[in-house]
């Protein structure tokens, strides 16, 4: 009489990661500029000579001088004007960054695996 053969398969189960990204959350910067009115008080001299005027409109580098021309006293009347200059002054930036934070995480799985054992009886 012949033994039959038998075939018992052995399986293992194995566990695979997988990974996806999901957006857990939003930023929004939002940058509001506000607008601002001052009054600046100044102060200028002026000289006044009521004789004759004679408009000279020029721009000096230095104070003139009264100075006599014949029998004329020629008074320079200046005057002190003020510039007023605006400027755009970078109050603060904001620096975002993004960052990967490697996250481990424990993740219970069942896993099954068979075994043979062969004992051989005689």
Do not use: H, N
């Not at 930023?27 to 009115?37: A, D, L, N």
Request: no cysteine.
């Amino acid at each position: 009489m012949k033994k039959k053969e038998v075939t018992i398969p052995v399986v293992e189960e194995t566990a695979r990661v997988k990974k996806r990204a999901v957006t857990r959350g939003r930023v929004r910067v939002e940058k509001i500029v506000t607008e601002r009115e001052e009054v600046i008080d100044t102060s200028s001299f002026e000289d006044e000579i009521e004789i004759e005027r004679v408009a000279r409109g020029v721009v000096l580098k230095k104070p003139a001088r009264p100075r006599r021309e014949g029998d004329t006293l020629i008074v320079p009347v200046m005057e002190e004007i003020t510039v007023v200059e605006k400027r755009l002054v970078l109050k603060e930036e904001l620096y975002i960054r993004r960052k990967k934070v490697k996250v481990p995480r424990s993740e219970r799985v069942r896993l099954r695996r068979e075994e043979v054992r062969v004992d051989r009886q005689k």
